[in-house]
C-alpha cells in the first residue's frame, strides 16, 4: 500500500510554530504505523521524534492521534486505516516537547495527588489479603488502564483548567477506593470533592471514547461521586449523634 504520512512537525528550540511534512511510505501488509513510522525515520529523516516501548499496546507509550482517531501506534495497522493519506499527531492538552512527543509531566502529577496505589491494614492476615473474583470484576477494567494519556488529552476539562486531575486520575482512584483491601478512609480520598476533582466533569463520556483498552474513566468518576456523596452523609450522621 503505497500512501502519504502528513506528520505534525514542531522542535521547540528552531521552529516558532507547528507545521506539517509529508512523508512518502509503501507499507507491507500488516505492518504497524509504529514500525512504519521507524522506517520513515530510520531511511527519510533522522531527526523525527516520537515515544514508544513495548511494541504490544502494553505500555501506552506510543498514544497519538492518527486520522483525528486517538489510538497507539503499535497496534495500529496502517492498512486497516483504508486512506492513502494518515495524518499523525501528538496528543493534544500537552505541551508538544518535539514532534509527535509531549510534556506527560501534568499527567503524571494529577495521578501523584490521588496516590494511586494500595493503603492495606496495618496487620496483614496470615492468609494474605483474599478478594472474591465478584468483587474484583467491579474494578478490574480500571486496573486496565495503561496510563497512554489518551482520555487526559481528550476530555475538554483538561483544555480549559490545566488544574482539573483529568479522567485517568480520577478513575485510578475509584479502583483502589472500591479495592476491599485499602484502608485509607474517606478523609484521606475525599479531597477529590472539589471542581478541579470529582465535580469538574463534565460527563461527556469522551474519555470512555478514546480510551484504547475500554476502561471507561467516566463510569469511575460517576461511581466516585456516588461515593463522595455517601460518604459526606454518613460522615453528618455521626457528628449528629
Known amino acids: ?25 509503501e507499507a507491507s501488509e ?13 531511511e527519510q529523516d533522522t531527526t523525527l ?8 499496546a502494553v505500555c501506552g507509550s506510543c498514544a497519538m492521534v492518527i486520522n483525528g482517531k486517538f489510538d497507539l501506534a503499535c497496534r495500529t495497522i496502517v492498512d486497516s486505516l483504508g486512506s492513502s493519506l494518515i ?22 502529577q494529577a495521578l ?44 475538554p476539562v483538561v483544555s480549559r483548567d490545566e488544574r482539573y486531575l483529568g479522567p485517568a486520575a480520577l478513575a485510578k482512584l ?6 476491599p483491601r485499602d484502608r485509607r478512609g474517606f478523609p484521606r480520598w475525599s479531597k477529590v470533592s472539589t471542581e478541579t476533582g470529582v465535580w469538574g466533569c463534565d460527563t461527556v ?3 470512555n471514547e478514546v480510551c484504547p483498552r475500554t476502561v471507561r474513566p467516566a463510569d469511575g ?16 450522621f455521626k457528628r449528629e449523634r
Open 174 to 179: 475509584y479502583r483502589f477506593v472500591r479495592d
Open 205 to 207: 463520556f469522551r474519555c
Open 87 to 108: 495524518v499523525i499527531e501528538p496528543l493534544p492538552n500537552l505541551e508538544i516537547q518535539k514532534d509527535l512527543i509531549v510534556d506527560m509531566e501534568p499527567f503524571w
Open 112 to 155: 501523584h495527588k490521588v496516590e494511586p496505589y494500595l493503603f492495606p491494614a496495618e496487620e496483614i492476615p496470615e492468609k494474605g489479603h483474599r478478594v472474591e473474583d465478584r468483587v474484583m470484576e467491579k474494578i478490574d477494567q480500571f486496573a486496565n488502564c495503561i496510563m497512554c494519556g489518551c482520555c487526559y488529552s481528550a476530555c
Open 1 to 25: 500500500m503505497k500512501c502519504t504520512f502528513r506528520i505534525l512537525r514542531f522542535d521547540p528550540v528552531e521552529d516558532e510554530c507547528p507545521y506539517f511534512e509529508d512523508f512518502s511510505y
Open 221 to 236: 468518576i460517576e461511581s466516585l461521586r456516588r461515593r463522595v456523596v455517601l460518604g459526606k452523609i454518613k460522615q453528618l
Open 30 to 42: 500488516k505492518k504497524s504505523l509504529l514500525e512504519a513510522l521507524m522506517d520513515v525515520r530510520n
Open 49 to 56: 521524534s516520537f515515544r514508544y516501548s513495548c511494541r504490544e
